[in-house]
């Protein structure tokens, strides 16, 4: 090597700068996260944004159009559609990053020990994994939920077991892989314990897998809650979840579609904008594709 | 020679690894000691175990049997509370600057890692005062504290390894291969600085490498393995006059001299290395030996003292008789 | 030098690489050359643009991000960098062949060793498979593998015969000039010595000529008629290899001879260089060695030095020490 970062140096890029800049680079990207901190905003100021409460009934006005008063019009019961897309995007929200926090803890923490300690712990783990993967993830989760019961905590509980083992084999990945490191190997001559090897130098060279594989997971937690709301697992009424509400809107699509397009339309532009996201990521904390 | 006793005391040192051809032999019994204040110079090609050997000196692989003593002390029979006190005693600098270093750590935070994982100081403001010494020493640039290992090249890579080994002030370093990974004119100012520093603290050093020209130009014994086994141990110059070993004369007679006109009679060895994982009995190196007898096949040579400080395991050593051709 | 017909004549070449810091200068004014059946050594450390200026002859120099900004590179008299792909094509394996430092990437593991000869074969050659397969077999003798194991992978070989079916590959069709880049160092020192004895042997049967790239001035002294010695991107000193060892111009030179820890010799400390090679994308000024120089002089700063003949065949490209005959006053 050279003298070549000599006016650089101290001044690295080091983390988030760095990401953000390289992940400007794709505008897919870009866009992603935009609509993400939208939604986000949207989430945590939907009281202010909010024209009505999620669970305003106003039965005169039940099955209108859009207007002005009601931007997405409203449902069977009055209730204008555009505020339960705005409380509903909480939910999921909530539902998405919760979910994917289960799901990142417990699997991450039962990777990195099968990754590390190797042996029995390993197969102990990844067999128990391998049970969990070989049900489809969706009958997993509706077992769960079921067995749980109804409502928004259980549901976030189920999405996340079911999409525990996921991380558990990334992580296990990047830690065998790193677990043979030369730096790993000094940090145990300086008389480092394991958990702080794990923790300190193992753990955070496995992020860049995992931030991806996270942003795609919170799409997917969406799209699972969704899909149990959807068949009455999981939050009850008059909660307004995006799942749910395309659910209630069922029975009306052919005369008042525009019940089931928006709440749609709403999952469909969140899931998008994640997967932008993910994929931008993944190509910005890839080190090797830096040229 | 002031004191007699040595520093550290290797007995009959073997590592196995289990594998599905069989018991690999890295390491199959070997002795040497080394005193206070030397260099003991490690070479051989790959697979002669040279690193792994390294490696279990200071028990950062666990030994399949022997002995090593540190002052009398046999370490691998400590506690792991009493080796992780032995650890800052016993260092070791790696051989890929790249590999070596976590690249989520800044230079100051590697350096660091040693101090804090064994609380040496309690303030941070007397933890940066020693970090600061310690680049000073080893030839960093303060301003490289910030710095992270990827911006920085091989060679200042390297140092930081070096820092890092120092920071507990050993008295014993491994360093296994620490400058093969560098190019030439860098390699230069590491062994000069490594020179400089043993000059400085007194620092015991096993130095492993490959390359012959570098070993005799930092150690004071040399010990040559092939195979798990030390072929040779002696003092650098006599190893390099009289070669003693038939392994250790082919060794010094391939190596490119960089010098017109000095064509020597090479040695070419025939085949390759033969594979560590359940070796025969004889002698290992028979196979490709220009001298071998029957009784190699047989018998495995013993290293033993043909004169005082010179060491040999061949069952001919200084009566060496070209084996008739097939 | 200027009546004999040159092999290999590159006249001031310069290879560039667009990226995202800078524009990287891998290659600045080369000029180098080669006469037919010689060796020459092309010594430098890592980034001093060795590979690139092969890549270069081969016409494989990655575009993007690589481009070749000027110059010529002249092969029995034509010029490479303006023939068309397909040209180039057949002269690569055919006329000029390259040998790569890795043999355990070079090779593909799932072809048999004789069929991966064979494929250079039948490229430049208008043959019948089972005659390139023939020719395949002869190959592997020459390079000292028995026949019987032609029909082995890859894999089945250790570092050092792979690397001899490589440079069997190589030979194939008996190219004119075979570039070899760094063919050992990644090979044991016993088994360096097998595979360069082996290219001796191959030398007195086979009449190509070689460009051995290398940072090992131990392999140049065996193996070379005329050695290149370079540094970011030029070629700072290029003579006959006994005035070389005997008597180098250039302080860089000089000082990559202090570096190397000498096997008959009991220095206690070495003289090293200072610093580090340059940025490839912000060169210095004049005499890109000047600021690690000990000779350095203002002038040094400011001027590009040019090669300068200090006697016959050796050219060093420094004002300072580079004078001619200076050798003869020591």
Same mark, same amino acid.
């Given at each position: 090597?050279?003298?070549?970062?000599?006016?650089?140096?101290?001044?690295?890029?080091?983390?988030?700068?760095?990401?953000?800049?390289?992940?400007?680079?794709?505008?897919?990207?870009?866009?992603?996260?935009?609509?993400?901190?939208?939604?986000?905003?949207?989430?945590?100021?939907?009281?202010?944004?909010?024209?009505?409460?999620?669970?305003?009934?106003?039965?005169?006005?039940?099955?209108?159009?859009?207007?002005?008063?009601?931007?997405?019009?409203?449902?069977?019961?009055?209730?204008?559609?555009?505020?339960?897309?705005?409380?509903?995007?909480?939910?999921?929200?909530?539902?998405?990053?919760?979910?994917?926090?289960?799901?990142?803890?417990?699997?991450?923490?039962?990777?990195?020990?099968?990754?590390? &300690?190797?042996?029995?712990?390993?197969?102990?783990?990844?067999?128990?994994?391998?049970?969990?993967?070989?049900?489809?993830?969706?009958?997993?989760?509706?077992?769960?939920?079921?067995?749980?019961?109804?409502?928004?905590?259980?549901?976030?509980?189920?999405?996340?077991?079911?999409?525990?083992?996921? &991380?558990?084999?990334?992580?296990?990945?990047?830690?065998?892989?790193?677990?043979?490191?030369?730096?790993?190997?000094?940090?145990?001559?300086?008389?480092?314990?394991?958990?702080?090897?794990?923790?300190?130098?193992?753990?955070?060279?496995?992020?860049?897998?995992?931030?991806?594989?996270?942003?795609?997971?919170?799409?997917?937690?969406?799209?699972?809650?969704?899909?149990?709301?959807?068949?009455?697992?999981?939050?009850?009424?008059?909660?307004?979840?995006?799942?749910?509400?395309?659910?209630?809107?069922?029975?009306?699509?052919?005369?008042?579609?525009?019940?089931?397009?928006?709440?749609?339309?709403?999952?469909?532009?969140?899931?998008?904008?994640?997967?932008?996201?993910?994929?931008?990521?993944?190509?910005?904390?890839?080190?090797?594709?830096?040229? | 020679?002031?004191?007699?006793?040595?520093?550290?005391?290797?007995?009959?040192?073997?590592?196995?690894?289990?594998?599905?051809?069989?018991?690999?032999?890295?390491?199959?019994?070997?002795?040497?000691?080394?005193?206070?204040?030397?260099?003991?110079?490690?070479?051989?090609?790959?697979?002669?175990?040279?690193?792994?050997?390294?490696?279990?000196?200071?028990?950062?692989?666990?030994?399949?049997?022997?002995?090593?003593?540190?002052?009398?002390?046999?370490? #691998?029979?400590?506690?792991?509370?009493?080796?992780?006190?032995?650890?800052?005693?016993?260092?070791?600098?790696?051989?890929?600057?790249?590999?070596?270093?976590?690249?989520?750590?800044?230079?100051?935070?590697?350096?660091?890692?040693?101090? /804090?994982?064994?609380?040496?100081?309690?303030?941070?403001?007397?933890?940066?005062?020693?970090?600061?010494?310690?680049?000073?020493?080893?030839?960093?640039?303060?301003?490289?504290?910030? =710095?992270?290992?990827?911006?920085?090249?091989?060679?200042?890579?390297?140092?930081?390894?070096? =820092?890092?080994?120092?920071?507990?002030?050993?008295?014993?370093?491994?360093?296994?291969?620490?400058?093969?990974? #560098?190019?030439?004119?860098?390699?230069?100012?590491?062994?000069?600085? #490594?020179?400089?520093?043993?000059?400085?603290?007194?620092?015991?050093?096993?130095?492993?490498?490959?390359?012959?020209?570098?070993?005799?130009?930092?150690?004071?014994?040399?010990?040559?393995?092939?195979?798990?086994?030390?072929?040779?141990?002696?003092?650098?110059?006599? #190893?390099?006059?009289?070669?003693?070993?038939?392994?250790?004369?082919?060794?010094?007679? =391939?190596?490119?001299?960089?010098?017109?006109?000095?064509?020597?009679?090479?040695?070419?060895?025939?085949?390759?290395?033969?594979?560590?994982?359940?070796?025969?009995?004889?002698?290992?190196?028979?196979?490709?030996?220009?001298?071998?007898?029957?009784?190699?096949?047989?018998?495995?040579?013993?290293?033993?003292?043909?004169?005082?400080?010179?060491?040999? =395991?061949?069952?001919?050593?200084?009566? /060496?008789?070209?084996?008739?051709?097939? | 030098?200027?009546?004999?017909?040159?092999?290999?004549?590159?006249?001031?070449?310069?290879?560039?690489?667009?990226?995202?810091?800078?524009?990287?200068?891998?290659?600045?004014?080369?000029?180098?050359?080669?006469?037919?059946?010689?060796?020459?050594?092309?010594?430098?450390?890592?980034?001093?643009?060795?590979?690139?200026?092969?890549?270069?002859?081969?016409?494989?120099?990655?575009?993007?991000?690589?481009?070749?900004?000027?110059?010529?590179?002249?092969?029995?008299?034509?010029?490479?960098?303006?023939?068309?792909?397909?040209?180039?094509?057949?002269?690569?394996?055919?006329?000029?062949?390259?040998?790569?430092?890795?043999?355990?990437?070079?090779?593909?593991?799932?072809?048999?060793?004789?069929?991966?000869?064979?494929?250079?074969?039948?490229?430049?050659?208008?043959?019948?498979?089972?005659?390139?397969?023939?020719?395949?077999?002869?190959?592997?003798?020459?390079?000292?593998?028995?026949?019987?194991?032609?029909?082995?992978?890859?894999?089945?070989?250790?570092?050092?015969?792979?690397?001899?079916?490589?440079?069997?590959?190589?030979?194939?069709?008996?190219?004119?000039?075979?570039?070899?880049?760094?063919?050992?160092?990644?090979?044991?020192?016993?088994?360096?010595?097998?595979?360069?004895?082996?290219?001796?042997?191959?030398?007195?049967?086979?009449?190509?000529?070689?460009?051995?790239?290398?940072?090992?001035?131990?392999?140049?002294?065996?193996?070379?008629?005329?050695?290149?010695?370079?540094?970011?991107?030029?070629?700072?000193?290029?003579?006959?290899?006994?005035?070389?060892?005997?008597?180098?111009?250039?302080?860089?030179?000089?000082?990559?001879?202090?570096?190397?820890?000498?096997?008959?010799?009991?220095?206690?400390?070495?003289?090293?260089?200072?610093?580090?090679?340059?940025?490839?994308?912000?060169?210095?000024?004049?005499?890109?060695?000047?600021?690690?120089?000990?000779?350095?002089?203002?002038?040094?700063?400011?001027?590009?030095?040019?090669?300068?003949?200090?006697?016959?065949?050796?050219?060093?490209?420094?004002?300072?020490?580079?004078?001619?005959?200076?050798?003869?006053?020591?």
């Amino acid at each position: 090597m050279n003298e070549q970062t000599e006016k650089n140096i101290g001044q690295s890029q080091h983390g988030l700068r760095e990401i953000f800049k390289r992940l400007s680079r794709a505008p897919l990207a870009m866009i992603g996260l935009a609509i993400v901190v939208v939604l986000v905003f949207t989430a945590v100021f939907a009281d202010y944004i909010a024209p009505f409460g999620y669970a305003d009934q106003d039965l005169m006005a039940a099955f209108e159009e859009p207007s002005k008063a009601h931007l997405f019009g409203t449902d069977e019961f009055g209730r204008d559609i555009f505020s339960r897309i705005i409380y509903g995007s909480r939910i999921s929200l909530q539902v998405g990053f919760i979910a994917v926090g289960i799901a990142v803890f417990a699997g991450g923490f039962l990777g990195a020990i099968a990754g590390y &300690y190797g042996g029995k712990a390993d197969n102990l783990i990844m067999r128990a994994m391998d049970v969990l993967l070989s049900i489809p993830s969706i009958l997993l989760a509706i077992a769960i939920a079921a067995s749980l019961g109804p409502g928004l905590f259980n549901l976030m509980i189920a999405v996340g077991i079911s999409s525990t083992p996921n &991380y558990a084999r990334i992580v296990r990945g990047s830690v065998l892989s790193i677990r043979n490191q030369e730096f790993v190997e000094a940090a145990k001559a300086v008389g480092s314990s394991d958990l702080r090897i794990i923790l300190k130098h193992i753990i955070p060279n496995c992020l860049a897998p995992i931030i991806v594989q996270a942003t795609l997971g919170v799409a997917i937690a969406i799209l699972t809650a969704a899909g149990l709301s959807f068949i009455g697992l999981g939050i009850q009424p008059p909660i307004p979840e995006w799942g749910a509400m395309l659910s209630g809107g069922r029975e009306y699509i052919r005369d008042y579609a525009y019940m089931t397009v928006f709440p749609g339309l709403a999952i469909m532009i969140t899931i998008l904008a994640l997967n932008f996201l993910g994929d931008g990521l993944r190509d910005a904390l890839d080190p090797k594709l830096k040229r | 020679m002031e004191q007699t006793h040595p520093m550290v005391e290797v007995t009959n040192l073997k590592k196995y690894f289990k594998t599905k051809r069989g018991m690999l032999h890295a390491v199959d019994g070997v002795s040497f000691t080394i005193r206070k204040g030397e260099t003991l110079g490690l070479v051989g090609e790959s697979g002669c175990g040279k690193s792994t050997l390294g490696r279990v000196m200071i028990r950062l692989l666990d030994a399949t049997g022997g002995e090593v003593k540190f002052w009398d002390e046999d370490i #691998l029979t400590y506690s792991p509370r009493k080796m992780k006190d032995m650890r800052r005693k016993v260092q070791i600098v790696f051989q890929d600057p790249y590999s070596s270093l976590n690249p989520r750590l800044s230079v100051s935070e590697l350096i660091a890692e040693p101090l /804090l994982v064994n609380r040496v100081y309690p303030s941070a403001a007397e933890r940066n005062r020693k970090i600061g010494e310690l680049m000073d020493t080893v030839g960093l640039a303060r301003r490289l504290m910030n =710095a992270y290992p990827h911006e920085l090249d091989g060679g200042r890579r390297q140092r930081i390894g070096i =820092a890092r080994s120092l920071a507990l002030s050993p008295e014993f370093i491994v360093l296994d291969e620490p400058v093969s990974a #560098l190019d030439v004119c860098i390699q230069a100012q590491i062994l000069n600085l #490594l020179n400089s520093l043993q000059k400085q603290f007194g620092y015991t050093y096993v130095f492993i490498s490959h390359n012959l020209s570098v070993v005799k130009h930092v150690s004071d014994r040399i010990a040559v393995m092939y195979l798990g086994k030390i072929v040779e141990l002696s003092d650098y110059k006599s #190893l390099f006059v009289e070669p003693l070993h038939p392994y250790t004369q082919a060794l010094l007679s =391939a190596i490119p001299l960089p010098k017109f006109g000095k064509k020597r009679d090479r040695i070419i060895l025939e085949g390759d290395v033969p594979s560590p994982i359940e070796p025969p009995e004889g002698c290992r190196f028979q196979g490709r030996c220009p001298y071998r007898q029957d009784v190699c096949k047989e018998k495995t040579p013993e290293l033993r003292e043909l004169e005082p400080g010179r060491f040999v =395991a061949c069952h001919f050593a200084r009566a /060496l008789v070209p084996a008739p051709r097939k | 030098m200027e009546d004999k017909k040159l092999l290999l004549d590159i006249q001031d070449l310069s290879i560039h690489y667009v990226v995202e810091s800078g524009t990287v200068h891998a290659v600045e004014h080369l000029n180098l050359s080669l006469a037919p059946g010689e060796n020459l050594g092309f010594v430098g450390e890592t980034g001093a643009g060795k590979t690139t200026t092969a890549l270069g002859i081969m016409g494989l120099v990655p575009n993007p991000p690589g481009k070749v900004v000027s110059g010529k590179i002249l092969f029995e008299g034509e010029d490479l960098l303006k023939k068309p792909e397909e040209q180039m094509r057949s002269i690569r394996g055919g006329k000029i062949a390259m040998i790569f430092q890795d043999p355990m990437t070079s090779l593909n593991p799932v072809i048999t060793v004789d069929k991966q000869i064979a494929e250079m074969v039948l490229l430049h050659n208008d043959v019948t498979e089972q005659q390139a397969l023939e020719r395949a077999e002869e190959m592997l003798e020459l390079v000292g593998i028995k026949r019987e194991r032609a029909r082995d992978y890859p894999h089945q070989f250790s570092g050092g015969m792979k690397q001899r079916v490589v440079i069997a590959i190589a030979l194939a069709c008996n190219p004119t000039l075979l570039i070899a880049d760094e063919p050992t160092t990644a090979l044991d020192v016993t088994i360096q010595a097998q595979v360069l004895e082996l290219m001796h042997e191959l030398r007195r049967k086979i009449n190509t000529s070689l460009i051995m790239i290398t940072h090992d001035l131990g392999i140049v002294a065996e193996m070379c008629d005329k050695v290149a010695i370079m540094y970011a991107g030029k070629v700072v000193e290029y003579a006959p290899t006994e005035a070389l060892f005997t008597h180098p111009g250039h302080p860089y030179t000089e000082g990559l001879f202090n570096s190397i820890p000498d096997l008959d010799s009991d220095e206690e400390e070495l003289k090293v260089i200072q610093g580090l090679m340059p940025d490839p994308t912000n060169l210095p000024s004049g005499c890109t060695f000047h600021p690690r120089c000990p000779y350095a002089v203002e002038a040094c700063s400011k001027d590009v030095p040019p090669m300068v003949e200090i006697e016959p065949g050796h050219f060093v490209a420094c004002p300072v020490r580079g004078k001619p005959y200076l050798h003869l006053g020591k």
